[in-house]
């Protein structure tokens, strides 16, 4: 059981905004860096999204954006398209597990 | 451009052990990274499962630690993974990725990118 807590699904029309949140504690969220994964269909392989919190690597459109504040992030798209259709989810280190852990995952739907 | 391709037996039988190699292409396995294992149950979520660095250190998730062994090969530039005592619990969808890993105890950076393609793993008799 994951340690990090998505909505397990958020919707909104073609051109909407959506936000996933990511919520976490002081022992991975609140002191380390957030990274966000786009799942395009499950057992494929993720693409990174976001890295240090709010980066977005080359090639990933400004419509998507992230932030952090204490123990939680926020994944957010703008200008949803139907292409952003897929299960995101976020990443960081857990210092009390020592571990890597990932969020519960959040399945977008364009309506 | 990274790229990582996996292999290995997509039906493994109950109480015997998993092993999947990750080849890795257009990046030498010694640089400065870290190389992981992870995985996804049916219908559920990611899972770290481990990750090697070029010296042959090695971190894993403790949950699955005793079962995990996890090497890598320089001179065939690609590394691999064994599980043991495999119940159907271990049926997922296995990755290989590179491990971007900066810090420990705080303010730790730590991402995957790019993936290997996937392997189902299926634990069945």
């Known amino acids: 059981q994951s340690v990090l807590t998505q909505p397990p699904s958020v919707s909104a029309a073609p051109g909407q905004t959506v936000t996933i949140s990511c919520s976490g504690s002081t022992s991975n969220i609140g002191n380390n860096y957030v990274f966000w994964y786009q799942q395009r269909l499950p057992g494929t392989a993720p693409k990174l999204l976001i890295y240090d919190n709010n980066n977005r690597p080359s090639g990933i459109p400004d419509r998507f954006s992230g932030s952090k504040s204490g123990t939680s992030a926020t994944l957010g798209i703008t200008g949803l398209q139907t292409g952003d259709e897929a299960d995101y989810y976020c990443g960081t280190w857990d210092t009390s597990l020592s571990s890597h852990i990932f969020g519960t995952g959040t399945k977008v739907t364009v309506l | 451009q990274v790229q990582l391709q996996q292999s290995g037996p997509g039906l493994v039988k109950p109480s015997e052990t998993l092993s999947l190699t990750c080849a890795v292409s257009?990046?030498?396995?010694?640089?400065?990274?870290?190389w992981g294992w992870i995985r996804q149950p049916p219908g559920k979520g990611l899972e770290w499962i481990g990750s090697i660095f070029q010296s042959g250190t090695t971190y894993h998730n403790p949950s699955l630690e005793r079962r995990v062994t996890i090497s890598i090969d320089t001179t065939q530039n690609q590394f691999s993974l064994k599980m043991s005592s495999l119940t159907a619990a271990d049926t997922a969808v296995y990755f290989c990725?590179?491990?971007?890993?900066?810090?420990?105890?705080?303010?730790?950076?730590?991402?995957?990118?790019?993936w290997g393609q996937g392997t189902l793993v299926n634990v069945s008799s």
């Open positions: 990725a590179r491990h971007r890993w900066f810090g420990y105890d705080s303010l730790s950076r730590n991402w995957f990118d790019p």
């Open positions: 257009g990046s030498s396995i010694s640089s400065n990274y870290y």
